[in-house]
């Protein structure tokens, strides 16, 4: 019994060792770089464009933009398109209603009668957009021509409240809302996809390594070369037949999987924030870094001086008695050997105690001394 147990346990031990080297294997293949087309690049010609439109929010609880003049003339003029006139010279009460700025995006392919979503946003005083409509109001791409219309009411998720004694206290932003599928398509967008004898594929990040093992697994996927790489960010592949193949062609190649190559060693730095992104492939030629700190404390002591018992004129003063004292903390070195990797960086850096900041400056110096083997960005 003790060995069919032992010889069970044995078994279980296997299959376990067996599934922990497949997950390896599944981790090593999904670290090795390979990724898809449709991750990497994408088709010239499929491309979302950007709308714009200025309208009128009406409805709005006294927190408009009260009598502007061109959210007076924009009520007029709307107004008049509905065949009212109102009478020269009395301008309506405008703490209704607020002019705005309606900004969308037109997805690539979209057709006529499709929905898209719109934000909004206060172009004048108004306090908040809470509880408004939009007026329908037309959207016009770069070339100034109208693509959809945009009108319903606004989910606005800021609010803002006044006091009687002018104090105010605003949540998030009301002055800017959204309305869901706001917006109505009227005509698409003109597209050059499958207009032309090739699709060209545009990579997201420029590598000629990239570009051409690109264009390598689309040709081994297509059985013929078909792919050739035109230049660090463009593969072109031949494409036969109407827009229908050119679909099924698309779709095909955006399921090809490609080695991806290693990205350039960087080192980016967010000057606001203090964050240090250290990418893995940065490396560390010969060096040494001391980080010390200097404190200077500067002490205010103040004294009272005051005549002598005896004394028949004087006054009690006041004198200041500075001291100042500096004291620096003991240096540390941290040494460098040729090749150090990113861990290497980590440890040697901790081990100084360096903050971020302290980290920035290290950083910087190593560049300047030509011993950081990486682009150091800054943003």
């Given at each position: 019994m003790a060995a069919a147990h032992s010889m069970a346990r044995l078994a279980r031990m296997a299959r376990l060792a067996t599934a922990f080297a497949l997950a390896l294997g599944v981790s090593a293949s999904a670290f090795a770089g390979?990724?898809?087309?449709?991750?990497?690049?994408?088709?010239?010609?499929?491309?979302?464009?950007?709308?714009?439109?200025?309208?009128?929010?009406?409805?709005?609880p006294g927190t408009?933009?009260?009598?502007?003049?061109?959210?007076?003339?924009?009520?007029?003029?709307?107004?008049?398109?509905?065949?009212?006139?109102?009478?020269?010279?009395?301008?309506?009460?405008?703490?209704?209603?607020?002019?705005?700025?309606?900004?969308?995006?037109?997805?690539?392919?979209?057709?006529?009668?499709?929905r898209i979503d719109v934000t909004v946003s206060a172009l004048g005083r108004a306090k908040s957009l809470r509880g408004g409509t939009l007026l329908m109001t037309p959207l016009k791409g770069a070339d100034g021509g109208a693509y959809a219309l945009a009108q319903g009411h606004l989910t606005v998720g800021g609010f803002g409240a006044d006091g009687a004694d002018g104090s105010k206290v605003v949540v998030n932003t009301p002055t800017s809302g959204r309305i869901p599928g706001g917006a109505i398509v009227e005509r698409p967008a003109p597209s050059p996809f499958g207009s032309g004898e090739a699709l060209v594929l545009d990579l997201h990040t420029p590598s000629f390594q990239t570009a051409q093992a690109m264009a390598q697994a689309i040709n081994r996927a297509e059985g013929r070369l078909v792919a050739r790489a035109l230049d660090a960010v463009s593969v072109a592949v031949e494409a036969q037949g109407g827009a229908s193949a050119q679909v099924a062609l698309a779709g095909r190649i955006e399921a090809v999987e490609v080695a991806v190559a290693a990205p350039p060693a960087r080192v980016v730095v967010n000057a606001r924030t203090g964050t240090i992104v250290i990418g893995g492939d940065v490396r560390i030629r010969p060096a040494a870094i001391s980080h010390g700190n200097l404190t200077v404390a500067v002490s205010e002591n103040y004294r009272v001086s005051q005549p002598g018992p005896l004394a028949r004129r004087g006054d009690t003063v006041v004198t200041p008695d500075s001291e100042i004292a500096a004291r620096e903390e003991p240096v540390r070195m941290g040494l460098f050997a040729p090749g150090a990797r990113l861990s290497d960086i980590v440890d040697a850096v901790n081990a100084l105690g360096a903050a971020p900041g302290d980290l920035v400056a290290i950083l910087e110096a190593l560049k300047e001394a030509g011993a950081l083997r990486a682009e150091l960005v800054v943003i």
């Open positions: 390979a990724e898809r087309v449709k991750d990497l690049a994408r088709f010239q010609g499929v491309r979302a464009n950007g709308l714009v439109g200025y309208g009128l929010v009406v409805g709005l408009g933009d009260d009598n502007l003049a061109y959210t007076v003339q924009s009520m007029r003029s709307a107004a008049s398109a509905l065949g009212v006139q109102l009478p020269p010279g009395i301008n309506p009460a405008l703490k209704n209603a607020a002019a705005v700025m309606i900004t969308a995006e037109l997805p690539p392919f979209a057709k006529s009668g499709q």
